[in-house]
């Protein structure tokens, strides 16, 4: 029962940023190598002149990913450990939803770091300090939500809705239109995703 528990509780903790992982950013591998490096332009056009520059927006999308995959490894490595035992969560009294909770809080984590990273590169690019703002305030309002737990509904609730709205908030920000959503939803358009956008 604790590997299943285990298991279950990374996948839902992981499982959507290691997804957006494999179909956005593992198909460049190079690309990636000079984005944690920090002379993507640079080192790119020495290695291959024609292939234009990773854009901001993508450079936005890598570091929010990997911040937010980074975050949620440090906040659940021990979560997930204390998982395979010795003990049971819930035989004092405490609520047997614990690990469950706790992988969906991380899964919420990793997508608004994803989210704000988007938001917040578009605020400095542009000198618009209200997204900056809006990125810290929602983050404290997310952080402060844990403060309700054991309450898990309330919490969980109000974090995956700050979630959807800022996910549409970066959606918007990102370059992304209800038309071009829409032809993405009936398969008319193979060149959505944010990794084949050029470079601004």
């Given amino acids: 029962m604790t590997a299943a528990v285990f298991f279950g509780c990374a996948f839902i903790a992981f499982g959507p940023a290691l997804a957006l992982y494999i179909f956005t950013i593992a198909t460049d591998p190079l690309r990636i190598i000079f984005l944690i490096v920090g002379k993507a332009n ?3 056009k020495t290695i291959n002149p024609d292939e234009p520059a990773p854009s901001m927006r993508l450079l936005a999308y890598v570091s929010g990913l990997g911040f937010g995959i980074m975050s ?3 906040s659940f490595v021990n979560t997930l450990s204390d998982s ?3 003990g049971t969560v819930g035989i004092h009294g405490d609520s047997p939803y614990f690990f469950l909770n706790s992988a969906f809080m991380t899964q919420v984590i990793i997508l608004l770091h994803m989210f704000w990273g988007i938001i917040f590169f578009d605020g400095c690019e542009k000198k618009n300090w ?3 703002l809006a ?3 929602t983050h404290l309002l997310v952080s402060a939500l844990t403060f309700l737990n054991p309450q898990y509904e309330v ?3 109000s974090a995956y809705m700050i979630t959807v709205l800022t996910g549409i908030r970066a959606f918007f920000v990102a370059g992304g ?3 071009s959503l829409k032809r993405y939803l009936l398969c008319q ?3 959505f995703l944010l990794y084949s956008q050029r470079s601004r």
């Fill in 130 to 132: 209200y997204p900056l």
């Fill in 42 to 44: 640079d080192g790119l």
């Fill in 135 to 137: 990125v810290i305030l």
């Fill in 84 to 86: 395979l035992g010795p």
């Fill in 189 to 191: 358009d193979k060149n």
């Fill in 177 to 179: 239109s209800r038309r």
């Fill in 72 to 74: 949620g490894v440090f």
């Fill in 155 to 157: 919490s969980l609730v």
